[in-house]
Nanobody, 117 residues
Framework: QVQLVESGGGLVQAGGSLRLSCTAS????????MGWYRQAPGKQRELVAT???????NYADSMKGRFTISRDNAKNTVYLQMNSLKPEDTAVYYC???????????WGQGTQVTVSS
């Protein structure tokens, strides 16, 4: 069973930056994508960004240019660099690992990001 452990959330002022990390407890074998989703109070969970184990990235339009996703396959870790943060970026950010063949998803427990105005 793969567990995803996130870190790096916190409180930051608008315009600031944060870097989230997510490490899988075991090697994620096979074609997959790791990524980040977020959920603000009263809203549905939404895509932030994903990256395949081959390096292909996908971003939600509102994050393009401000957020950068990367991964280190040797460390089973995915990162999310968030710059120019806005109050509307406030949410719980969840790490995800999606297995292409089985269509199975692993989720982390979430990390809170709060951006003050």
């Amino acid at each position: 069973q793969v567990q995803l452990v996130e870190s790096g959330g916190g409180l930051v002022q608008a315009g600031g930056s944060l870097r989230l990390s997510c490490t899988a407890s075991a090697n994620i074998l096979g074609p997959n994508a790791m990524g980040w989703y977020r959920q603000a109070p009263g809203k549905q969970r939404e895509l932030v960004a994903t990256i395949s184990n081959g390096g292909t990235t996908n971003y939600a339009d509102s994050m393009k240019g401000r957020f950068t996703i990367s991964r280190d396959n040797a460390k089973n870790t995915v990162y999310l660099q968030m710059n120019s943060l806005k109050p509307e970026d406030t949410a719980v950010y969840y790490c995800n690992a999606h297995m292409y063949y089985s269509n199975w998803d692993y989720w982390g427990q979430g990390t809170q990001v709060t951006v003050s105005s």
